[in-house]
C-alpha cells in the first residue's frame, strides 16, 4: 500500500513490521484468525478490555521514555530497551474513528505498565472539516471508553507542515477550529485528563513561516477557547540532520523558543513540555532531495540520542519519545525506499541498501539500541535534573544519583567535586570502575556514579 510521510507523520503505511501477528488465544492479542474465525471471544472483544485496565500510578513518575508507536512485532523490544511510554493513534475516519496505529498492541502495552498518549486526528489530515457536530460526538465516546487507559489526549499532529507541504490553504483557524471543537468534547467527558497542542514540526528558526502559523493558532485558542487554560501540554517535534556533534542543542532551544511563544502570546499558566517524536539517522537517506544528507554513523547516533535526551530533559521536557524501535521501509515520498524514516529506527529491518550492501541481517541491533537502554536504566524515574558544568549533568531521584558527561571539543578531566572511587559506565554498557581524577571524557558520553 501506498507510503506518504513528511516529518513523523504518515497518511497511510503498512509494511513488514506492522502486520497483526497470530498469538494464542488468552494472550490479550486478536491476532487474524482468532478475529477472523472468531475462536478466542475473550482477545478480540478488545474495547471492553481496554476500557476496564486503570492506567498504572508509576507509570507518571519522572522523567519517562518511549517511542512514537510500538508495534506488535516491537513490544519486547520495547520492554528490553526499558521504554515506558508511547503514543497510540485515533484516526477519524468515515464518520468513526479508528485505531491505525498499533491498535493489536495495546493490551501487551497496557499489561507492561506503559503510560500511553492518545493523538486523535482527522483523516487524511489535510481534509477539512465544515461541520464538528459528529467528530465532537464521537470524540466523546472514545474518550468515555478510554478515558481510564488514556490520561492524555493530542489534537492533530504537525499542522504547520500540513500547511507548508500538504495543502497550502489548510490555515491556522482550520486547525484552531479542530482544536476548539476536540479540546471542549475531552473536557466535558473527561475534565482530569490533560489536553496537548498539536506537535509542532522540525524547524526552530523564529523567523520561519511555522513560527508564525503557531503563533497565529496560540493567539486564536487564546481568544475563542471557553477553558481558561485551554490545554496542558506542548509537543516539540525534532529530526536532526546535519552531523553537526552540537545539534543536541536544538533540543534546548527548541523548548526555549516555544515557552517564549507561550509566553507571548498570554499563556501565563504551567504549561508541561514533551516529545513525542524526536531522532537522528544513521547511514545516508536518499530522500529530502536536492538537499544532500551527510552520512551518519551508528556511534554518531548513539551519542546524538544520549546527549540529546539530556538535552531535552534539561530544557524542562518531562516525556520524550524516540522515532522508531525498527528502521521503516519505503516509508517517505512516493514509496521510495532510504528515506529519513526508513534509517531512524534502533533495529534494522534487512531490507535497506544499507543493510544489503554491508551484509545486515533483518533484527540486528545498531549502537543506539543499547545507548537507549543503558540511558533509560540509569535516567528514567529520576526526577530532578541539574546542569553542574560544561555538558555536565547530575540527575537525581529516590533511586540515587548519576551524572551524564562529555566533551564538544578537547578532552577534559572531571570537576572536583566528583572525586574517589567512581563508576563509569560509556554509551554501550560497559563498565568500570576508576578513580575520578584518572578519568578524561571526550566526546562520547559517560555516565558516572560515585561508589
Given at each position: 500500500m501506498l507510503a506518504a510521510a513528511v516529518d513523523g507523520f504518515f497518511i497511510l503505511q503498512t509494511t513488514a513490521f506492522s502486520q497483526p501477528q497470530t498469538g494464542k488465544c488468552g494472550d490479550g492479542i486478536c491476532g487474524p484468525v482468532e478475529r477472523e474465525k472468531g475462536v478466542c471471544p475473550q482477545d478480540c472483544s478488545q474495547n471492553e478490555v481496554l476500557a476496564s485496565v486503570p492506567i498504572p500510578a508509576s507509570a507518571t513518575a519522572g522523567f519517562l521514555m518511549g517511542f512514537m508507536l510500538v508495534d506488535l512485532n516491537e513490544i519486547n523490544y520495547?520492554?528490553?530497551?526499558?521504554?515506558?511510554?508511547?503514543?497510540?493513534?485515533?484516526?477519524?475516519?468515515?464518520?468513526?474513528?479508528?485505531?491505525?496505529?498499533?491498535?493489536?498492541?495495546?493490551?501487551?502495552?497496557?499489561?507492561?505498565?506503559?503510560?500511553?498518549?492518545?493523538?486523535?486526528?482527522?483523516?487524511?489530515?489535510?481534509?477539512?472539516?465544515?461541520?464538528?457536530?459528529?467528530?465532537?460526538?464521537?470524540?466523546?465516546?472514545?474518550?468515555?471508553?478510554?478515558?481510564?487507559?488514556?490520561?492524555?489526549?493530542?489534537?492533530?499532529?504537525?499542522?504547520?507542515?500540513?500547511?507548508?507541504?500538504?495543502?497550502?490553504?489548510?490555515?491556522?483557524?482550520?486547525?484552531?477550529?479542530?482544536?476548539?471543537?476536540?479540546?471542549?468534547?475531552?473536557?466535558?467527558?473527561?475534565?482530569?485528563?490533560?489536553?496537548?497542542?498539536?506537535?509542532?514540526?522540525?524547524?526552530?528558526?523564529?523567523?520561519?513561516?511555522?513560527?508564525?502559523?503557531?503563533?497565529?493558532?496560540?493567539?486564536?485558542?487564546?481568544?475563542?477557547?471557553?477553558?481558561?487554560?485551554?490545554?496542558?501540554?506542548?509537543?516539540?517535534?525534532?529530526?536532526?540532520?546535519?552531523?553537526?556533534?552540537?545539534?543536541?542543542?536544538?533540543?534546548?532551544?527548541?523548548?526555549?523558543?516555544?515557552?517564549?511563544?507561550?509566553?507571548?502570546?498570554?499563556?501565563?499558566?504551567?504549561?508541561?513540555?514533551?516529545?513525542?517524536?524526536?531522532g537522528t539517522y544513521s547511514a545516508r537517506p536518499g530522500l529530502l532531495k536536492p538537499i544532500p544528507l551527510p552520512f551518519q554513523s551508528e556511534s554518531f547516533q548513539a551519542e546524538t540520542l544520549i546527549k540529546m535526551y539530556t538535552a531535552f530533559f534539561n530544557a524542562g521536557a518531562t516525556k520524550v519519545f524516540w522515532a522508531d524501535i525498527i528502521n521503516n521501509y519505503k516509508f517517505g515520498f512516493h514509496g521510495e525506499a532510504d528515506g529519513l524514516f526508513d534509517l531512524t529506527g534502533l533495529v534494522y529491518n534487512g531490507k535497506g541498501s544499507y543493510d544489503a550492501a554491508n551484509g545486515i541481517k533483518e533484527g540486528t541491533r545498531k549502537e543506539s539500541y543499547y545507548a537507549y537502554k543503558i540511558f533509560a536504566s540509569k535516567i528514567q524515574g529520576k526526577n530532578i535534573v541539574e546542569k553542574t558544568g560544561d555538558n555536565i549533568y547530575k540527575f537525581t531521584g529516590e533511586n540515587g544519583i548519576v551524572y551524564i558527561a562529555w566533551s564538544d571539543d578537547a578532552k577534559i578531566s572531571l570537576p572536583s567535586f566528583i572525586k574517589g572511587a567512581i563508576r563509569v559506565t560509556d554509551y554501550l554498557g560497559n563498565e568500570s570502575v576508576e578513580d575520578a581524577s584518572e578519568v578524561v571524557v571526550d566526546k562520547d558520553p559517560v555516565f558516572i556514579e560515585m561508589q
Open positions: 520495547a520492554v528490553d530497551l526499558g521504554a515506558k511510554g508511547a503514543r497510540h493513534g485515533f484516526w477519524f475516519m468515515n464518520n468513526k474513528f479508528n485505531e491505525m496505529e498499533g491498535a493489536h498492541a495495546i493490551q501487551s502495552l497496557i499489561n507492561k505498565d506503559f503510560e500511553l498518549i492518545a493523538q486523535v486526528v482527522p483523516m487524511p489530515p489535510f481534509v477539512i472539516l465544515t461541520d464538528y457536530t459528529d467528530f465532537k460526538d464521537k470524540l466523546r465516546e472514545l474518550v468515555r471508553k478510554k478515558k481510564e487507559i488514556f490520561k492524555y489526549w493530542q489534537i492533530g499532529n504537525e499542522p504547520d507542515l500540513i500547511h507548508q507541504n500538504i495543502n497550502p490553504s489548510y490555515s491556522a483557524w482550520n486547525y484552531t477550529e479542530l482544536f476548539l471543537a476536540a479540546s471542549e468534547a475531552i473536557r466535558e467527558e473527561c475534565p482530569s485528563c490533560k489536553v496537548i497542542l498539536a506537535g509542532i514540526s522540525n524547524q526552530y528558526d523564529s523567523s520561519r513561516s511555522n513560527y508564525q502559523f503557531y503563533k497565529d493558532i496560540l493567539t486564536a485558542i487564546k481568544e475563542k477557547s471557553k477553558f481558561q487554560k485551554p490545554f496542558d501540554v506542548f509537543d516539540v517535534h525534532l529530526y536532526t540532520t546535519d552531523n553537526s556533534r552540537k545539534n543536541y542543542a536544538k533540543a534546548e532551544q527548541a523548548v526555549s523558543d516555544y515557552k517564549k511563544l507561550l509566553k507571548e502570546t498570554g499563556y501565563d499558566y504551567e504549561i508541561e513540555f514533551i516529545s513525542t517524536e524526536f
